[in-house]
């Protein structure tokens, strides 16, 4: 599979990506969406969301920061978007932590027309009802049949579910691949998930109009390899969390489609 045109395609165009993310990572956010080559907006009100919503190229919701008023933002915005056929990409960040996170979480997505479903392992397991651990916005454990699930669940709601850990598991319900890029100093900087949801944003912002689930499973498999292996870049530069932060913002800016399509490790699971 060839990915590096997604991250071509993304610094050609510029996508506009409206977040309502996490209020830790509102501004890392931002820089990792500016890195790669997009443009960010970060609308809160909720007296502009559904206007910022309609004319963005993706709408990334961030469940990060449980406040009601945003929670409601999240909901004019997401129906805007649908409404305009703008992709929604969703984070539902800590679900299983609370009993209000876990509602909150399945009530956006009875609401909103996901294009994308993003969890970590954990987060997944518990929003399909397998066994699964989180320890505040930390997975501490999954189900083994976590990919098997997240593909039935894929084919049933017609969206692209990922789930990331130390391997990265997208389907968009018929297929699904494993990625296996990364590095484990992601999980030591607070907000390498928010970043990635950023990311899927703009990924997917640039998928065409009308296109199949495959299409934009395969955006969205360009788009977490080439956030891993930016990761992985950066680590050999770094010298502790601090620096890796930085450095992963830096390589995220330089990266080049060449490298992303050489050092990929995607396969059918």
């Not at 979480?105 to 969890?119: F, G, Q, W």
């Not at 593909?151 to 850990?165: C, F, L, S």
């Not at 997208?170 to 970043?195: F, K, P, R």
């Amino acid at each position: 599979m060839q990915l590096g045109h997604w991250l071509a395609a993304v610094r050609q165009r510029r996508p506009l990506v409206h977040n309502i993310t996490n209020l830790v990572v509102t501004n890392t956010a931002a820089n990792a969406l500016l890195s790669i080559g997009a443009s960010p907006v970060m609308a809160y009100a909720h007296e502009e969301v559904a206007d910022m919503a309609s004319i963005a190229a993706a709408l990334a919701l961030n469940m990060g920061t449980l406040i009601p008023e945003t929670v409601e933002a999240m909901r004019i915005a997401g129906r805007a978007a649908n409404s305009a056929g703008v992709p929604v990409v969703f984070d539902p960040v800590g679900v299983g932590a609370t009993p209000y996170r876990t509602e909150t979480a399945k009530d956006l997505i009875r609401d909103v027309k996901l294009a994308v479903l993003r969890a970590n392992a954990g987060e997944m397991s518990v929003l399909l009802g397998l066994p699964g651990q989180v320890k505040g916005v930390d997975a501490l454990a999954a189900d083994d049949a976590l990919p098997m699930a997240m593909k039935a669940y894929a084919a049933e709601k017609g969206t692209v579910v990922i789930a990331t850990g130390a391997v990265d598991f997208v389907t968009d319900g018929e297929n699904i691949w494993q990625l296996a890029n990364g590095h484990s100093l992601l999980s030591s900087i607070t907000g390498s998930g928010c970043m990635l949801t950023a990311l899927l944003g703009a990924f997917v912002g640039v998928v065409p109009e009308g296109s199949t689930p495959a299409t934009f499973a395969e955006a969205c498999i360009a788009a977490v390899t080439s956030y891993n292996v930016a990761a992985e870049q950066a680590a050999k530069l770094a010298h502790g969390p601090g620096t890796f932060q930085a450095r992963l913002l830096d390589s995220l800016y330089t990266l080049e489609p060449s490298t992303v399509d050489e050092l990929a490790r995607v396969q059918l699971a």
